[in-house]
């Protein structure tokens, strides 16, 4: 068990740029979560796969955030434009698929706006 | 809807106990806890399940009262190594794939 890996674990970019940003989960965890945390927050949950399909999505999610997980492994969460608005710690968490498993976090991807 | 943790903050003299409440205005299936330290992931604590249960973790234990969607977070004889912000996570059924709605979290500060 080597845990959820992000990449990268930093982010600086300009208004109006796209980001891209990797999470790789814990191998056996069919399972995969994108929250958004800003300072003093507790996680916003962006949207969930289950394996390689995505089933379900914030109704607070921009469209300019799509998030993909190509044959159930790794997944990446692309956000478009960005805002301002949008600098935020980006967690990942992975988990086993039955209803009382644990979330196991990464240690998150901070995207800063300027 | 987010649940409401209280209290937001508190401060612990090492050694003393503390509660943290956590209630949701939705009927609830589970509630996670997790703490959180300055510029790290979250880390499972527990879960509790439908039903009532008492949980317990070393000197950390947890109870879930389903009637009244409330679970608290009982903290005994804390140490400096409790310091962090809790958060409460909550999910309405079963079927929800442990997507989690959390609280704002309950920042505990232990001093020696």
């Known amino acids: 068990d080597t845990g959820v890996s992000q990449d990268p674990r930093h982010k600086i970019t300009k208004r109006g740029q796209n980001v891209t940003f990797r999470c790789d989960p814990i191998?056996?965890?069919?399972?995969l979560y994108w929250y958004r945390q800003t300072l003093g927050q507790g996680p916003e949950f962006l949207t969930y796969?289950?394996?390689?399909?995505?089933?379900?999505k914030s109704r607070l999610l921009s469209d300019r955030f799509s998030a993909e997980r190509p044959k159930g492994s790794f997944s990446t969460l692309e956000i478009q434009r960005t805002e301002q608005g949008d600098s935020a710690m980006y967690l990942c968490a992975s988990s086993l698929m039955m209803g009382d498993s644990p979330l196991h976090f990464g240690n998150g991807t901070r995207l800063t706006v300027t | 809807q987010q649940p409401v943790q209280s209290p937001q903050a508190v401060i612990l003299r090492e050694g003393e106990d503390a509660v943290i409440n956590c209630s949701s205005s939705k009927a609830l299936y589970s509630v996670h806890w997790y703490r959180q330290k300055h510029g790290e992931a979250p880390v499972f604590l527990m879960i509790?399940?439908?039903?009532?249960e008492q949980k317990g973790h070393e000197k950390i234990s947890a109870s879930f009262n389903e009637k009244k969607q409330q679970s608290s977070l009982y903290l005994t004889a804390s140490q400096l190594s409790y310091s962090g912000t809790y958060f409460c996570g909550t999910s309405s059924n079963n079927n929800a794939g442990n997507m989690l709605t959390f609280g704002g979290g309950t920042r505990l500060m232990v001093k020696p």
């Open positions: 191998s056996e965890h069919n399972r």
């Open positions: 509790l399940l439908k039903g009532g």
């Open positions: 796969f289950q394996n390689e399909a995505q089933l379900e």
